[in-house]
């Protein structure tokens, strides 16, 4: 017996709403609601004016791995859409002689000082010694968090602050200062899934062809235009026996049989009207930590000497920020074959020359600490109860696979599960 069509409203165009959408839309009725004038979320894809013409860049999501994104990988596959090689090199300045990057010896000894440098050597050594501890920690069974773990195992606070909490930082957009409650196996688990444990054996980095804005615009095309509401920002989500009512700003209420949250955390909890001491727990364990990123063409925001540039390109700072702040050397990342150095600086951009700004945007990224570590772990406590599904990269690693992913688990939960489960 084929099981009737449901109304479904998924409120958020970014990857998870919009992989849970091209999952249902054949079997469903789906309606996708998106507060911005486009679709994407951090598939973010921006054009740049020169010359020979618009240049199209992206400035959100950047690059995916050949070995942890197979579900990612797999979508652009299925949608036909291209990618290429790319570079995930990193390096750490201060924006004077300290500055190095992992990219191979020239690059580690940008400043030939360093190799007459007591602590530098030993940082680097240690380094060593961290990617053999590492696996250890995770072939282990105990889960100490990072400040103990790091403590207890002798790391200098040198090769701590100015090479594990800048590159963890840069490549998690996470508060350095947070870090330290982290477990030590998340953090670490973290490094590995991304090839940052080890020389050797690591992945190949890849970018899509043309912007990540040709997944979107493939997955919009086979759900039809129409399906996709730009501009059409949720005020509030009720729920009844019966149904799910959707509010939009300038709209009239609308009914759903179920509905799917693919927003931030802080943003699903804020769009329920009457949201449950779960859901409030829950999605207030992960908090989302607000950013400025400016893409420019100011090169002093790179270390100072080429031979350290790299793809990402951390600044280290002796005063705690509250934020992350690194550089991503677009051109190397994306293979832009240009005349200029595009660069998109994530805070510390009171030191960008203004006259060397492109645009500036907001940006957030979510913060996790013990209580959101634990929270991860419990989806199903919220997710598939009173006809409401939570979706998004921040049930996880918070990188774009992570949201591919989440946008299947809601997509199969809804195939299967009773709609109106409710909590006891």
């Known amino acids: 017996m084929t099981a009737p069509r449901k109304r479904i409203a998924i409120v958020g165009a970014g990857v998870s709403g919009l992989v849970t959408a091209h999952l249902l839309h054949a079997q469903h009725d789906v309606t996708v609601f998106e507060a911005q004038d486009r679709a994407g979320g951090h598939a973010w894809t921006v054009d740049v004016d020169l010359p ?7 400035i959100g999501f950047l690059v995916f791995n050949d070995r942890n994104y197979p579900h990612f990988e797999a979508l652009l596959a299925e949608l036909g859409v291209e990618s290429r090689a790319s570079d995930m090199s990193f390096s750490v300045s201060d924006g004077a002689d300290f500055e190095y990057a992992g990219n191979g010896p020239r690059g580690l000894l940008a400043n030939p000082k360093h190799l007459y440098d007591r602590k530098f050597l030993k940082m680097v050594a240690e380094y060593i010694r961290f990617n053999k501890d590492a696996k250890a920690l995770m ?48 953090l ?52 009844d026996a019966d149904g799910v009512t959707v509010t939009a700003r300038g709209g009239e209420p609308e009914r759903f049989d179920e509905v799917v949250l693919a927003t931030h955390s802080d943003q699903a909890l804020a769009l329920l009207t009457e949201p449950t001491g779960l859901e409030r727990e829950r999605l207030g364990a992960i908090p989302y930590l607000p950013s400025e990123l400016v893409l420019h063409t100011d090169t002093s925001l790179l270390p100072r000497r080429r031979a350290a540039w790299a793809s990402w390109n951390a600044h280290y700072v002796e005063e705690p920020m509250g934020t992350p702040a690194v550089s991503y050397w677009l051109n190397n990342l994306q293979g832009h074959e240009i005349d200029r150095e595009l660069i998109a600086t994530l805070n510390l951009t009171d ?74």
């Open 188 to 239: 670490v688990q973290f490094f590995d899934n991304h090839g940052l444990l080890g020389f050797r054996d690591r992945p190949e980095w890849r970018t899509v062809v043309g912007g990540s804005r040709r997944y979107v615009e493939a997955i919009i095309a086979r759900l039809g235009s129409e399906r996709v509401r730009l501009g059409a920002e949720v005020t509030a989500v009720e729920r």
């Open 351 to 424: 030191r960008i020359d203004p006259a060397k700004v492109i645009a500036r945007f907001d940006v957030a990224h979510p913060t996790y600490t013990p209580d959101g570590i634990e929270t991860q772990r419990r989806h199903a406590e919220i997710s598939g109860v009173n006809r409401t599904h939570y979706a998004g990269a921040y049930w996880s690693w918070g990188f774009h696979e992570d949201g591919v992913k989440s946008g299947h688990r809601v997509a199969a939960a809804i195939l299967t599960a009773e709609p109106d489960r409710a909590i006891a």
């Open 52 to 58: 020979d013409g618009p240049l199209a860049v992206d």
């Open 139 to 186: 072939d282990g069974d105990e889960d100490p968090s990072l400040r103990d773990w790091l403590r207890d195992l002798g790391y200098s606070d040198y090769f701590v602050h100015r090479l594990i909490v800048p590159q963890a930082s840069a490549v998690w957009s996470a508060d350095p200062e947070q870090m330290w409650s982290f477990p030590a196996r998340f």
